[in-house]
């Protein structure tokens, strides 16, 4: 074992800190639906028509009036007094949080349409389900567990089919992804024609499964739906770091001995679970929205794994909460699409403000940068044109002769090609920073503006000496952003080039370094 | 840094054949992709302790030999040997550095995070990264004067400050032989020193390393042992006996104008030793 020297603090997330801590937080926020939903009434396995999960036995289908929802409903939703809506809410948000934890790695495995895949694969798998179970008892076709077993090991057929495809042939995985989904489907398609034709065969109950219908949710289902995002969160929280490694250089951690083809195996197994169970909600057309949008707004908030898989998660969990909300309010609308939009929602708002690579903060950035820019280069102007003049002012006291000596705007126009307009702003600005002051016959720099005037000058020098030196480093090598040359450059080359920048400039005072530099190390 | 006279090494010939001591014996290795041959018989044996250059032009195979190595590329027939153990058995003692371009450098890890990842495999299952790895991987990263920027999100790290963050993440390994590709591709040239640096330190510690290197200029002054590569192998041994204008001719098919000042220049070293 090497000798482990006390090191640098690295400022880290607490959530990286206490990592189990965190991947428990999606489950926190589940908890108080969990114990809402605990003691409901007697019966635990009614299903729900669609039409009474509103709560108010108002709507009925024929009734196509739009309705805005009371205060006293609004309420109860959100307070979920209602049984049904506390297991519609409960199961939708249990599936957000899976969906968005096992999206992450999807999402950072490139492979963000495989829920897609996985989830239309599924249909001819529901379609062969029924069918064998109406011809061997006929009319008990539309048991559930059934067909999510038939979709699970439809969606399953699908990945390998993709992953051999990709492995096997010369297809690229894009062609692969779309020849298995397109291909399973038009089988699932095919055999609901089939089923249409038996006697007894009704597809209606077999068609929410492509368009969901989340309503329609029982208890049973809801603790299908939270076995399996519990599994989901389980497996990714134990094999997290195995997953990151999978995710970055799979090669490399294959060439540590790490299975990663297995690793894969168990990620697409997860992917499948989230995507099967959501066939029922949300449905298969829309379930790879749940896995992919709330990872893609979480990428613009953090840049640890760690902190994107919770924050995935609890997007996930929220955008199931809004969506399964406004659906029970407004009957009309599909649980599935408006689970969706208010994923939507949540992407669009990371996507303005979110803090690591959002629009606006880079804006912000890049506008803050820009200002440091234009000051620099005021800065510097203003020292390379008082520069000759220092010889012939009198040093009168101890204050810096830089800040002694006076000048008109119009001198440091001639020098840039800056509009007068731009000028004034860059002066404005550094007077009230203050850098400068005004006096009558122009301007003048402040003490605090001389001195940073010189080092502003002396590190351009420096890098231009740098540059021209050793002009064979391509410059985008070159941090010229860095505040300080000693801060990117080795000590021996800083003080080779502060000697060469004195002698062509022998009239400029530098500043001394801040660092020590120690010749020849 | 230039090559000494190598006083101690006997011809390779003197050997037993494939010694269980070499860091890396290659035995009649073919690889093929897609039923194309890109390396043909390669029969080598790497020196112990030394430092050597893999050079050959584009195309001549220098990755898919280390990637077929370390089983990273199936072999179509031949064996590998490190320290006389297959890879598998091994794989602790062997430090890889791969390619630059090989991963997604958008990926949200830090620095720290990345040079880590050496550390997985002693880390072990299911458990996570803890203080004392992470502690582990800070001192790697300051061996490679990157310790400024641990925390930082690696696509805002240069070029070759990325290449020091690998190059961190295969010493935390504490191999005895590293395989390295391409290290000197793109970087500036601070990188450039540390990295001479680290492979001189190996060196000094008794490890070996391969290199697979693209500026032949610099081979005499890095490096102590040569293998030149163009889907066969057209030469292996100390630089003053196998880095010679034929030899570079036969690799290069007379191609590259640059052959003939290097040329000079050997001739010119050759000379004055």
């Not at chain 1, 010229?480 to 062509?504: C, Y």
């Not at chain 2, 002693?122 to 490679?144: C, K, N, S």
Request: charged share 20%; glycine share 8%; with cysteine.
């Amino acid at each position: 074992m090497s000798p482990v020297r006390p090191t640098a603090t690295v400022v880290r997330p607490v959530i990286f800190r206490h990592r189990w801590l965190a991947l428990a937080l999606p489950f926190a926020l589940a908890m108080p639906s969990v114990l809402l939903a605990a003691p409901g009434p007697s019966g635990h396995d009614h299903p729900v028509p669609s039409q009474v999960t509103t709560g108010t036995s108002g709507t009925s289908l024929s009734d196509n009036r739009f309705r805005w929802p009371g205060w006293n409903k609004i309420s109860d939703t959100l307070l979920m007094r209602q049984y049904n809506t506390r297991i519609v809410l409960l199961g939708s948000i249990l599936l957000g949080i899976g969906a968005g934890t096992v999206g992450t790695f999807m999402l950072l495995r490139k492979r963000s349409l495989v829920g897609d895949v996985v989830s239309h694969a599924s249909l001819p798998g529901i379609a062969m389900a029924f069918l064998a179970i109406e011809l061997a008892y006929p009319g008990k076709g539309r048991s559930l567990p059934v067909l999510l077993f038939g979709a699970l090991l439809a969606g399953l057929l699908g990945v390998l089919c993709t992953i051999g495809i990709r492995r096997f042939s010369r297809i690229k995985e894009d062609t692969a992804l779309a020849i298995v989904l397109s291909v399973f489907f038009g089988i699932g398609i095919a055999l609901f024609t089939i089923i249409q034709k038996l006697p007894t065969g009704q597809v209606a109950g077999l068609q929410q499964f492509i368009y969901g219908q989340t309503a329609s949710m029982t208890s049973a289902d809801v603790g299908l739906i939270g076995l399996a995002s519990i599994l989901v969160i389980a497996v990714s929280a134990a094999l997290f770091k195995e997953f990151g490694l999978l995710c970055f250089d799979e090669e490399f951690g294959r060439s540590h001995g790490w299975p990663t083809t297995w690793l894969d195996l168990v990620l697409m197994a997860l992917v499948v679970c989230i995507a099967i169970t959501g066939l029922q909600s949300v449905g298969m057309l829309l379930v790879v929205a749940m896995l992919i949008i709330p990872p893609a707004a979480a990428r613009f908030w953090t840049d640890r794994l760690g902190s994107m898989t919770v924050i995935a998660a609890v997007l996930g969990g929220l955008s199931a909460w809004l969506g399964g909300v406004v659906s029970s309010l407004f009957a009309r609308f599909s649980a599935g699409a408006v689970i969706v939009l208010a994923g939507t929602l949540f992407f669009l708002v990371s996507l303005a403000f979110g803090t690591r690579r959002g629009l606006l903060p880079r804006g912000l950035r890049q506008w803050s940068n820009n200002r440091r820019i234009g000051r620099h280069d005021l800065l510097r102007t203003l020292y390379e044109m008082l520069e000759p003049r220092l010889e012939s002012s009198e040093p009168d006291s101890s204050d810096d002769p830089l800040a002694d000596i006076h000048f008109a705007s119009d001198e440091v126009l001639s020098r840039r090609s800056w509009t007068r307009s731009r000028l004034s702003r860059l002066l404005d600005r550094a007077t009230r920073d203050g850098l400068l002051q005004a006096v009558e016959s122009g301007w003048r720099l402040t003490a605090s503006g001389a001195a940073e005037a010189r080092l502003v000058a002396r590190n351009h020098r420096l890098w231009e000496t740098y540059l021209i030196l050793h002009a064979d480093i391509a410059p985008n090598h070159v941090d010229r952003d860095a505040d300080l040359i000693e801060h990117v450059l080795e000590p021996d080359l800083v003080s080779q080039l502060l000697e060469t920048v004195s002698a062509r400039y022998p009239q400029m005072q530098m500043p001394p370094s801040p660092h020590p530099l120690e010749p020849g190390t | 840094m230039t090559d000494g006279p190598q006083t101690a090494t006997p011809p390779p010939d003197e050997h037993a054949r494939h010694p269980s001591s070499a860091p890396l014996a290659i035995h009649d290795m073919t690889v093929a992709y897609h039923r194309r041959p890109v390396l043909w018989d390669i029969d080598y044996d790497a020196p112990p302790g030394k430092l050597t250059a893999i050079v050959g032009p584009n195309g001549s195979g220098k990755t898919t030999l280390i990637k077929a190595a370390v089983d990273l590329v199936p072999r179509a027939s031949g064996d590998v040997r490190f320290f006389g153990s297959a890879y598998h058995k091994v794989r602790h003692r062997v430090g890889y550095v791969p390619q630059r371009g090989s991963v997604d450098w958008d990926f949200p890890v830090n620095a720290l995070d990345v040079v880590a990842m050496g550390l997985y495999k002693q880390i072990g299952w299911f458990r996570p990264v803890t203080r004392r790895y992470r502690d582990q991987a800070m001192h790697y990263l300051e061996r490679v004067g990157m310790a400024d920027y641990a925390a930082r999100q690696i696509s805002q790290l240069s070029g070759g400050q990325q290449q020091r963050v690998f190059l961190a993440r295969a010493l935390s390994q504490q191999a005895d032989v590293y395989l390295m590709d391409e290290p000197f591709v793109g970087v500036d040239a601070a990188t450039e020193r540390a990295i001479v640096v680290i492979l001189q330190e190996l060196r000094e510690a008794g490890k070996s390393a391969l290199v697979v290197h693209h500026d032949l200029q610099t081979v005499p002054e890095y490096f102590d042992h040569v293998l030149l590569l163009n889907m066969r192998m057209v030469a292996t041994g100390p630089i003053s006996d196998v880095f010679t204008p034929e030899n570079l001719r036969a690799t290069y098919g007379g191609k590259l104008a640059l052959l003939d000042q290097v040329g000079h220049r050997m001739t010119l070293n050759q000379g004055r030793s």
